[in-house]
């Protein structure tokens, strides 16, 4: 049935692996005892573990870190043909059903597992009755439609987690006992719409996922949970910043688990072949899986060793993957225009004089493609999505007049072309007020948020220089502690482009909760579409 499920994603996939510039760029050149890698970013919590087995093999890795989807796009448009020698994602579901990615995966092994599961504050675990008894998808689903928990999930045209949990709710509530199809997703849209009505904080990553999880927890409008792998749900609790430790709901009725395949590449030479084998086998020992285990809270594959005692769900049913291309389409189409909170993001675009020429037509085309002209993949899935507010707020001396667009249910056509017309009419004249633009930003949120509270609401700001007019970055931190609370919680996603300021932008996002993209040796429009996966 996975099989079936990876031909699908696969034709789906061929559709849009038209851009080598989307995948990750390595330069090394082949090492021998080097292993280059193109992973997943939650396995950066591995390094201590490899830095061992370097020691004990001779095997060093060398990570490059890439979404699930990019690294299969790269993988089927031979874009990463010689740069690597292994992939290592959380699962091999999306390259394999690709024809052309799937012919470049050599030997896999799996090295470790970690189920998507639901984590929930200990208290909130306890009003709901759920402690130590079996809850189901279709229970947890009915608290979320009453609002009784608030979550945060991962984006699931970004992250494996994000879309693991959707295939698994899905999956679970149509309650066929097979692969979930088109029709039954439309059956159990009222269940789904319930469920995810009180997904709070969305993520591109499970990492800053976990990360904004910690500082929501201690704030004035705490989130109850997380859905997201077993390993950073046991990680945060094991962290101590939490102010209640997480209580893991295991659905009763299954649940989707990564296997992590170390997975070599067919035209890897012998050197990388050798090394994939000793690395391979170092890891599978059961001392190694053990570390593996304390050290990243995953499970180990090998029979024979035991879980800890923080594993309280020792067995789980393991829910069927979509088979069609349909289905996988649908679920992904009913997630992001009809299913998940809508969105409202305001971009503050910098059209100052320095972005003349190249620059400005960087941004025009980065806007151009989210209205639906990027029919990639990862275009398709992070364009600009129904029932969405836009606003666009361009700067340059000063803040320019703000526009905001609605992207209807139906019929976007003549909206999305109405943002493509403004993207394309962008010119670049004056001098950069960053920081009065972007303090023009919230007083525009303000109005609409307390008009329409519902709504997953960030800031995105791209600039190419220093802040040059008007108010500092002190004066802009200021004036952020006196907004109401609805708005002073909106993050600010910070864009690094020219000659940005590195630190500054940094100080930006890392104070509103947001998080900062680095444009400048990346196509911009890349990094908005990865942007899209935290709104």
Not at 198 to 210: F, N, Y
């Amino acid at each position: 049935m996975r099989k079936l499920w990876g031909l699908a994603l696969g034709a789906l996939l061929l559709a849009g692996c038209s851009d080598p510039a989307a995948a990750p760029q390595s330069e090394s050149a082949p090492e021998p005892g080097t292993l280059r890698i193109l992973a997943g970013s939650e396995l950066a919590d591995m390094q201590p573990v490899l830095d061992e087995a370097a020691q004990a093999t001779g095997v060093k890795v060398k990570f490059t870190f890439t979404g699930t989807l990019e690294g299969a796009e790269a993988l089927a448009n031979g874009s990463a043909d010689g740069k690597y020698d292994a992939v290592w994602f959380s699962s091999n579901r999306y390259p394999a059903g690709l024809p052309e990615a799937a012919k470049r995966l050599g030997n896999q092994v799996k090295i470790m597992s970690s189920p998507v599961v639901l984590g929930l504050a200990t208290p909130v675990v306890q009003r709901l009755g759920w402690a130590g008894k079996p809850v189901s998808w279709g229970e947890i689903a009915a608290q979320a439609g009453k609002k009784a928990f608030s979550y945060g999930m991962t984006d699931p045209s970004a992250s494996n987690s994000g879309f693991s949990a959707l295939v698994g709710v899905a999956s679970a509530l149509a309650g066929a006992g097979n692969a979930i199809d088109a029709q039954q997703i439309a059956s159990v849209t009222p269940q789904l719409t319930q469920f995810f009505s009180a997904q709070t904080l969305s993520a591109g990553s499970s990492g800053w996922l976990s990360d904004a999880y910690v500082r929501r927890a201690t704030g004035p409008d705490p989130v109850d949970g997380l859905i997201n792998y077993e390993s950073v749900l046991l990680s945060a609790n094991a962290s101590g910043k939490l102010p209640q430790p997480l209580t893991l709901v295991y659905p009763s009725d299954g649940v989707v688990t990564a296997d992590y395949p170390l997975t070599l590449l067919a035209d890897a030479g012998s050197d990388a072949r050798s090394a994939h084998q000793r690395l391979a086998d170092h890891l599978r020992t059961p001392a190694v899986q053990k570390r593996i285990m304390e050290t990243t809270q995953r499970r180990p594959v090998v029979p024979g060793v035991a879980l800890g005692p923080q594993f309280a769900q020792r067995d789980l049913v393991e829910l069927p993957f979509p088979a069609t291309q349909q289905a996988v389409d649908a679920l992904l189409s009913a997630y992001f225009d009809k299913l998940r909170r809508p969105s409202r993001t305001l971009y503050v675009l910098d059209t100052s004089g320095s972005m003349a020429g190249a620059r400005i037509d960087s941004l025009r085309s980065a806007l151009v493609g989210l209205t639906g002209a990027d029919t990639s993949l990862t275009g398709r899935f992070r364009r600009f999505r129904s029932r969405e507010e836009v606003t666009m707020l361009p700067f340059n001396t000063g803040p320019g007049a703000p526009r905001t667009f609605t992207v209807p249910d139906e019929n976007s056509a003549a909206e999305l072309a109405q943002i493509k017309t403004f993207a394309e009419g962008l010119a670049a004249r004056g001098g950069t007020a960053i920081y009065d633009s972007l303090s023009r930003a919230y007083q525009v949120l303000e109005p609409l948020t307390a008009a329409d509270p519902d709504r997953f609401t960030s800031i995105v700001l791209m600039t190419d220089g220093e802040n040059a007019n008007g108010s500092s970055l002190p004066d802009f931190l200021t004036s952020l502690a006196s907004l109401p609370p609805g708005v002073k919680q909106v993050p600010v996603f910070t864009v690094l482009f020219g000659e940005g300021s590195s630190d500054e932008l940094t100080q930006v996002a890392t104070r509103t909760g947001g998080k900062v993209f680095d444009a400048r040796n990346v196509q911009l429009s890349r990094v908005f579409q990865e942007i899209r996966g935290y709104q």
